[in-house]
């Protein structure tokens, strides 16, 4: 949540000039800021719903991947592990720079997308990690996900969402 200057002077009514100062320098620095990991207006109604989404594919793209243990031959396991280490600073960075309305995210997440389709294809054995070795409940539902997120799926609808996401961009700056 960002606050204003007089918010938080009025806050530290009583309180000594130092106090002030420092809220002060807070408030500086907060506005010089790149961008806002949380930005208020992205849980407005008004707020696009393509850019929240796809906001949120790009975290998640960055960071599901940590969470999973694939039982795979090792130069898959390896390849895998190049994949998401490389991609998991941009796909965090452009999903929070999407959520602020920037541009380049979109450019970054084309890249971000393209790219993790064409590994797919051109890494062989990829694709069994998104296999169901176990048809119980929770691991079925757990594969889909990561089929979701991680897979094809999401990269395709990133992509499909561009036009969506450049209108967004442009009305927002307007």
Not at 64 to 90: C, E, F, G, M, Q
Not at 116 to 132: H, K, N, Q
Not at 133 to 148: D, E
Request: charge should be neutral; include cysteine; glycine fraction near 4%.
């Amino acid at each position: 949540m960002s606050l204003n200057q007089n918010q938080i002077i009025r806050t530290h009514e009583g309180a000594q000039p130092t106090a002030v100062r420092l809220a002060h320098s807070e408030v500086t620095l907060a506005k010089h800021s790149i961008f806002d990991y949380f930005p208020e207006d992205r849980m407005s109604t008004d707020f696009s719903w393509a850019l929240w989404l796809v906001g949120w594919l790009g975290i998640l793209k960055a960071f599901v991947w940590i969470a999973t243990d694939p039982n795979l031959p090792a130069d898959v396991a390896r390849a895998l592990a190049y994949k998401y280490s490389l991609s998991t600073i941009p796909l965090a960075l452009c999903g929070v720079a999407l959520w602020n309305k920037k541009r380049w995210a979109i450019w970054g997440l084309i890249i971000c997308a393209t790219a993790d389709l064409i590994f797919l294809v051109a890494v062989p054995g990829t694709f069994i990690s998104f296999e169901v070795k176990q048809f119980a409940i929770f691991p079925f539902v757990f594969a889909g996900a990561l089929f979701f997120i991680n897979g094809p799926v999401a990269d395709v609808l990133i992509l499909l969402l561009v036009p969506a996401l450049f209108k967004a961009v442009r009305d927002a700056r307007d």
